[in-house]
């Protein structure tokens, strides 16, 4: 039987690693399921989600030299809510943008004025010693 990329089949967890189950599938083939192919959720140990022994439904991902690759979190639908933007990600679908070529101009110290005061502080010590002050700590 020949592996198809796409496809779904079942098989048996043959082997756990700290990175991943081996599962053979047909024939004697075995594949890798990855730690990060596991489960939509992160799985710090996968001996939490499986044990040798189980029967499990794996997608094909990849058959490459020999080697193929699975995926049990690609037969299971994906939780509601995870196609939120990952943190530190770049929301803007626009790419980067233009006219400013990536870095910012500096034009000289720059003061700030404290709230509540037309007095400007130019390092952060001055604005530590003003919440200090402001706190009761002075």
């Known amino acids: 039987m020949s592996i198809q990329v796409g496809s779904v089949v079942e098989g048996k967890v043959t082997g756990i690693k700290s990175f991943g189950a081996f599962v053979e599938i047909a024939e004697g083939q075995t594949g890798l ?19 040798v022994g189980d029967v499990v439904q794996v997608k094909v991902l990849n058959v490459e030299g020999g080697k193929i690759s699975l995926s049990v979190k690609e037969t299971q639908p994906k939780p509601e809510g995870s196609d939120r933007p990952r943190r530190g990600g770049n929301t803007n679908s626009k790419g980067p943008k233009s006219g ?39």
């Open 33 to 51: 399921v990855h730690i990060s192919q596991v489960s939509h959720t992160f799985v710090n140990d996968i001996n939490d989600v499986m044990k």
């Open 100 to 138: 400013g070529g990536g870095k910012k101009q500096s034009s000289g110290p720059t003061s700030y004025k404290t709230e509540g005061s037309n007095e400007p502080f130019n390092t952060m010590e001055d604005q530590l010693k003003e919440w200090a002050k402001k706190a009761g700590m002075v």
